[in-house]
C-alpha cells in the first residue's frame, strides 16, 4: 500500500471514459520525484504509449515560477524486467544497477535495482 502513504501522489490513467492503470510519485526532492507505475490487463499492449503519454504530462506541469519537475527516476527490481524495459520504452534513460537498493520482503533480502531517469532533454520536449 506504498500508494496510500503520507506525501505520495497517486494519478489514475485513463483512455477515454476507460481506467488503464494508475501511477504514484513520492519521494520528492528539489524538482524531482520518484515515479511508480500499474498498467491494466487491458493497457498492457499500449503501456509503453501510456508511459510516454505520462512522463510527458508529468514533466510539462508548471506554476508561476516554472517547471514543477524536471525530473522523473523509477527504481525497479533487476529480475523484473518487464517493469524497467517499459520505462525504457515509453522513454526513459537507464542509468545502471545499484546493488541491493531494494528490499524483497517475500525473499527476506535485498535485491539488486535498475534505475532509470527520464527529463524533457531525454524525451526531447
Known amino acids: 500500500a506504498l500508494i496510500l502513504r503520507e506525501g505520495t501522489i497517486p494519478f489514475l490513467l485513463m483512455d477515454g471514459k476507460v481506467p488503464v492503470g494508475f501511477i504514484w510519485l513520492d519521494m520528492f526532492g528539489a524538482k524531482s520525484c520518484f515515479g511508480h507505475a500499474v498498467f491494466f490487463k487491458n493497457a498492457w499492449g499500449s503501456a509503453r504509449l501510456y508511459g510516454k503519454q505520462t512522463f510527458r504530462q508529468i514533466l510539462s506541469y508548471r ?23 517499459c520505462a ?38
Do not use: H
Not at 67 to 85: E, Q, S, T
Not at 97 to 117: C, G, P
Open 88 to 125: 525504457i520504452a515509453s522513454g526513459a534513460s537507464k542509468v545502471g544497477v545499484i546493488q541491493n537498493a531494494l528490499f524483497d520482503a517475500d525473499r527476506e533480502e535485498s535485491v539488486d535495482a535498475v534505475l532509470t531517469v527520464v527529463t524533457r532533454e531525454i524525451l526531447e520536449m
Open 63 to 85: 506554476d508561476s515560477r516554472g517547471y514543477l519537475f524536471d525530473c522523473i527516476m523509477g527504481l525497479m527490481p533487476v529480475a523484473n524486467r518487464l517493469a524497467w524495459k
